[in-house]
């Protein structure tokens, strides 16, 4: 097994490049001191995120490839999550000389695979040594010409609407904690949950398609529906009424929830990681067809759910105690 | 002490928020999904780079400040190495819970106080838990009606030549490693090559100031001048001739290698992190004023030091095993 010390630091970025389909539309690709990408609309739009080995993944719990597809899809929704389409990645990996050179590339495989799904491309990156796996990428993409759609415009009379399925991801993940991961004859509707949870798969078009139709405000749910809605809530100096029959895709929970006697409410309430789409439109406005509406703004600063404060955990923080998150 | 972990994510985040000065130039700042900032010429200039501790940096020879500094710094001079204006950072850091918030506050004071010297400001960013500090920083900027200045387009009979000082960064780190770092009362000209691996200070202006004199290749010097410029000979399909006497500020040098008893010539040659600027220049062109030509493009693939291929290590490699690197 080739390791990535015996490849050494430009052995790797050679494989990794050979990986990456020609981007045509870069005016400088991967292999400078920096890519140079066009912007149409002279509005660029940047996020960047940190996945770390242990905290966001496990590498006996997902493959290579789906490691490299969920720290894509993360960063790819948080632009897609201002209206706007994405268009470019870069790429940090740290990783220890140890790991196989395999395991590398199969990260960068799945990356391009997620890049794929939305036509964007990997522009650039940077490979280092360090004790622990940790992925930071950093996603790009333009304004069609639409205004960015900020965490801030929600007014009261407005619906809530939601894109994606909320929950399956915390849900895989308490299966896995469970460890149903290693079982063979899990049932489907188990297995989607764990496969929510290893590569959520983002409806990245919704995002774009909520700006057309003017939303006032919009976000991804990487922390937890409540979490993140409580963005939207603070930002826009509103309340939020939620209808708990209204989120969508929760049958898929319950079975999960039966097995682990766990309660569903908080997966789909509290889970983090499925990058559902949760926005705000305007009273009157036609919500495009992805979208299900799960409640309304109002007046205040509490978010309400069927009309009471939710007592349990709200979301997810990075430095909490292990077991103190996602747990119900 | 107030640590990482007492504070909490969020917590940690406004903090830092709060040390950001407002950048007037942006659609959306920091706090929302992504940012959303304004790109003259719509075409983005892009780069990653990672920052470990122990490998990069060591939060017992640098202050927090510094870490920070040399961080921005890193990354706005790749993208001033293109010809373009660098105008934002995007800021992940990942951290262990028990480290002080202090210190996550003075590298960010470092990040701004840097960005400041060129203008740019930090518009997002990301925070998480890890094992190990790891700083992952994004740069963006925008070319201002030039092409970008790549590594390709290097043509036999061009100038090489340099704007900053080649060595310094490596000369310190030679000293830090000896111990020199704790004696206080070090010669002042020691104390600026400590200085010098500390906090580089590119000179970022040189970047675009190259690309309007119609620089036809630039990189900026992070891995070793050798070693940089290899990839200039390598991306053109030429040959680089340097003069070793032509090098500027090597007179800095020669007292440290005096006292380690090391050659300030690897230093020089091979020495990584001075984030000075090489770039190619046609002849007849007339050089800009802080550069300092130091050799020739010619014919081959060879890069020769006054005649001959440098014998000694070339620069530096993330999975070569500590002490082979940099060592004389």
């Known amino acids: 097994m080739m390791s990535v010390a015996d490849l050494g630091e430009f052995g790797l970025i050679a494989e990794i490049r050979a990986l990456l389909p020609p981007d045509p539309s870069a005016i400088v690709g991967v292999g400078d001191d920096a890519a140079v990408l066009p912007v149409p609309g002279a509005r660029v739009v940047a996020s960047t995120d940190l996945l770390i080995e242990g905290r966001h993944f496990r590498r006996d719990w997902s493959a290579a490839k789906d490691v490299g597809a969920k720290a894509a899809a993360q960063n790819l929704a948080d632009i897609a999550a201002m209206g706007a389409v994405p268009?470019?990645?870069l790429f940090g990996l740290a990783i220890p000389g140890e790991v196989a050179a395999d395991w590398v590339l199969g990260v960068t495989r799945g990356m391009v695979s997620e890049c794929g799904r939305i036509g964007?491309?990997?522009?650039?990156?940077?490979?280092?040594?360090?004790?622990?796996?940790?992925l930071a990428i950093t996603a790009l993409g333009y304004l069609n010409g639409q205004p960015p759609v900020t965490r801030g415009g929600a007014r009261p009379g407005d619906a809530i609407a939601v894109s994606g399925p909320v929950g399956p991801a915390a849900a895989g993940l308490a299966l896995l904690l469970a460890g149903y991961g290693r079982q063979s004859d899990l049932a489907p509707e188990l297995t989607g949950l764990i496969d929510a949870q290893r590569?959520?798969?983002?409806?990245?078009q919704a995002g774009p398609q909520a700006a057309r139709h003017g939303a006032t405000a919009m976000i991804d749910t990487s922390d937890g529906l409540l979490q993140d809605l409580g963005h939207i809530a603070a930002d826009s100096g509103v309340g939020l009424e939620l209808r708990l029959a209204s989120l969508p895709g929760t049958d898929v929970l319950r079975p999960a929830a039966d097995l682990l006697q766990a309660d569903w409410r908080q997966w789909a309430l509290?889970?983090?990681e499925d990058h559902a789409f949760a926005a705000t439109f305007s009273p009157g406005v036609t919500i495009p067809a992805d979208w299900t509406i799960i409640g309304?703004?109002?007046?205040?600063?509490?978010?309400?759910?069927?009309?009471?404060?939710?007592?349990?955990?709200?979301?997810?923080?990075?430095?909490?105690?292990?077991?103190?998150?996602?747990?119900?």
Chains 1, 2 share one sequence.
């Open 199 to 204: 590569r959520p798969q983002p409806r990245y």
């Open 87 to 89: 268009t470019a990645l």
């Open 120 to 134: 964007a491309a990997i522009a650039g990156g940077d490979v280092t040594s360090a004790d622990q796996v940790m």
């Open 270 to 272: 509290a889970g983090g």
């Open 296 to 328: 309304n703004v109002c007046d205040g600063a509490d978010i309400l759910v069927d009309g009471a404060v939710w007592p349990g955990n709200t979301g997810w923080d990075h430095f909490r105690k292990p077991g103190s998150n996602r747990s119900s």
